[in-house]
């Protein structure tokens, strides 16, 4: 099957695209947060990981089978918000013990876990059903459903033994599924079968945390421009079409990566301590509907 190529290595950074926001907002003081899938430069890890360390973590762990830029990232992150601890960590997202490792290091290191946010995804193949490969069909779901059952099989306990003096703040696993596994009409089958079975197992999981303070939730992105999605907008940008592919989209635009990561801030910090087995699109409204143009 066809893959969407991921985008050529940037030779400097640029600096992620941020949308005014209120400064008050929610903050995770003290916490130890995991990112995964946190190497893109224009990705949503990424912004997270700055979300959380600009907003009080103590420590955050950022995660991705490539590393090309992980160091970079933790350089930058060191500049902007001295005193946040940086791990980073090159590892595959559906590897059982390098899941488990990193959960043990963030526990062996600072007797806690806060947040994992379990983002790391690929976009698999693109062709038509009757042409996709059992194998990459699979790879789909290994990256991007097993990816985030592992995640919570390991966050979980590690949450619970994190000190319970303030039950409401105990540990906030978060998953980026998609708009795709909400209403599958347009997106690639293996992908968004990938991404609903990703807020069932979300909701599964959370009702199953009964009785613990531990919340599960998942993010559904609409159209954000990223490392997956850059082929599209670069491919629009050559056709001069690239106003087209926030048309249909009531705020007539596609989103930032920024707008991702300031929801995984609110859903990792304790504002959002009632919240949970929430599947919550980020969309700018694309999955309510389309608006009606005369
Ligand atoms: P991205 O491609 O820029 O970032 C994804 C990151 O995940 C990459 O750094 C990649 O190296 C990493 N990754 C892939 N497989 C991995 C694995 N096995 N182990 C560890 N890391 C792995 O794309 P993004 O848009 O920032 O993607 C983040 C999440 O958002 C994904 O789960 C994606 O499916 C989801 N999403 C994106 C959009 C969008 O429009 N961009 C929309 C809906 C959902």
């Not at 459903?145 to 409401?168: I, R, W």
């Not at 929801?263 to 694309?286: C, I, M, P």
Request: proline residues 5%; hydrophobic residues 45%; charged residues 20%.
């Amino acid at each position: 099957g066809s893959h969407l190529a991921a985008p050529s290595a940037a030779t400097s950074i640029p600096p992620i695209t941020k949308i005014a926001s209120n400064s008050n907002g929610p903050r995770v003081v003290g916490k130890v947060v995991i990112v995964t899938g946190a190497n893109s430069i224009l990705g949503i890890g990424r912004a997270s990981a700055h979300q959380f360390a600009q907003n009080g973590a103590r420590a955050v762990y950022i995660c991705d089978y490539d590393d090309s830029n992980l160091a970079e990232h933790k350089r930058e992150i060191n500049a902007a918000w001295p005193g946040v601890d940086v791990h980073v960590r090159k590892f595959d997202a559906a590897a059982e013990e390098a899941v488990k490792a990193v959960v043990d290091d963030a526990l062996a290191r600072y007797g806690r876990l806060d947040v994992f946010f379990a983002n790391a995804g690929i976009i698999g193949p693109l062709s038509k059903f009757t042409d996709v490969d059992a194998d990459d069909f699979m790879e789909a779901f290994r990256v991007n459903t097993l990816g985030v059952f592992l995640a919570a099989k390991y966050a979980a306990p590690a949450m619970q033994k994190t000190s319970p003096e303030k039950p409401e703040s105990s540990g906030s696993i978060i998953a980026t599924a998609s708009v795709a596994g909400l209403r599958s009409n347009a997106g690639p089958t293996p992908y968004s079968a990938s991404k609903a079975a990703v807020i069932s197992l979300a909701q599964t999981m959370a009702y199953q945390l009964v009785g613990t303070a531990i919340r599960v939730n998942v993010l559904c992105p609409g159209m954000i421009e990223t490392g997956m999605t850059s082929p599209v907008f670069e491919a629009a940008r050559a056709r001069g079409t690239q106003g087209k592919i926030g048309q249909l989209n009531p705020l007539r635009r596609s989103g930032h990566a920024d707008e991702i990561a300031r929801v995984a801030l609110f859903l990792g910090s304790d504002e959002s301590s009632y919240v949970n087995g929430q599947a919550w699109a980020v969309d700018g409204g694309l999955s309510v509907g389309h608006p009606f143009v005369p």
